[in-house]
Nanobody
Framework: QVQLVESGGGLVQPGGSLRLSCAAS????????MGWYRQAPGKQRELVAT??????TNYADSVKGRFTISRANVKNVSLQMNNLKPEDTAVYYC?????????WGQGNQVTVSS
C-alpha cells in the first residue's frame, strides 16, 4: 500500500506560477511511476505529467513548455507550473503506480483567475 500527501496549489493570476508537491509513504520502494492528473468541473480526469523511476517523463500537449515534473527520490515528486492559464484550473491529483495498481492523493485545487 502507498499513501500520498499533496501540498501546494491555490489561487494565482494568469501568467503566474505555482508548485505542487507530493510525498509518498508506505511501500515506497515498489513505486515505479509518479505523476499528476487533473480534473476540471464537468470533465474527465486527464493526464498532466508523469515521471518514471528512471527519470523518463511524459507531458500532456497542453502543458508542454510550461510545466516541469521532477522527482527528488523514490517518494517525492513535484510539479512546477509556469505561465498558468485559466484553462489550467482544476483539481490536481498525485498518482503513484506500483505493481500495476494506481494510488491517488486527495487532490489539490488550482485556480487561475484574475
Amino acid at each position: 500500500q502507498v499513501q500520498l500527501v499533496e501540498s501546494g496549489g491555490g489561487l494565482v493570476q494568469p501568467g503566474g506560477s505555482l508548485r505542487l508537491s507530493c510525498a509518498a509513504s508506505g511501500n515506497i520502494f515498489s513505486i515505479y511511476t509518479m505523476g499528476w492528473y487533473r480534473q476540471a468541473p464537468g470533465k474527465q480526469r486527464e493526464l498532466v505529467a508523469t515521471i518514471t523511476r528512471g527519470g523518463g517523463t511524459n507531458y500532456a500537449d497542453s502543458v508542454k513548455g510550461r510545466f516541469t515534473i521532477s522527482r527528488a527520490n523514490v517518494k517525492n515528486v513535484s510539479l512546477q507550473m509556469n505561465n498558468l492559464k485559466p484553462e489550467d484550473t482544476a483539481v490536481y491529483y498525485c498518482l503513484a503506480t506500483m505493481a500495476g495498481n494506481n494510488y491517488w492523493g486527495q487532490g489539490n485545487q488550482v485556480t487561475v483567475s484574475s
